[in-house]
Nanobody, 120 residues
Framework: QVRLVESGGGLVQAGGSLRLSCAASGSIFKINAMGWYRQAPGKQRELVARITSGGRTNYADSVKGRFTISRDNAKNTVYLQMNSLKPEDTAVYYC??????????????WGQGTQVTASS
């Protein structure tokens, strides 16, 4: 089992910044990609940013140039630096990690979510 614990959410004014962190713990063999997703009220969960174990990244178009994802493999931690926040970024942000459970099986784990609110 792998546990993901997020931190760093909160309330900021539009234009402000926040940094989210997500630390993985438990019986970790190998974590492949890690990422951040978000879900606003009444909307489906959507990808925000994702990073492979080798450091390749991809972002939702809506956050490109404003958000930066990074990770510390030694600490099994992924970060999301969010700058120039907009009211439409308001959502619950979830951390995700793809854990290599065995040679052929990868399991996705999710954090409990952290609220990010950008007020206008």
């Amino acid at each position: 089992q792998v546990r993901l614990v997020e931190s760093g959410g909160g309330l900021v004014q539009a234009g402000g910044s926040l940094r989210l962190s997500c630390a993985a713990s438990g019986s970790i063999f190998k974590i492949n990609a890690m990422g951040w997703y978000r879900q606003a009220p009444g909307k489906q969960r959507e990808l925000v940013a994702r990073i492979t174990s080798g450091g390749r990244t991809n972002y939702a178009d809506s956050v490109k140039g404003r958000f930066t994802i990074s990770r510390d493999n030694a600490k099994n931690t992924v970060y999301l630096q969010m700058n120039s926040l907009k009211p439409e970024d308001t959502a619950v942000y979830y951390c995700n990690a793809d854990h290599q459970e065995s040679t052929l099986y990868v399991k996705a784990y999710w954090g409990q979510g952290t609220q990010v609110t950008a007020s206008s």
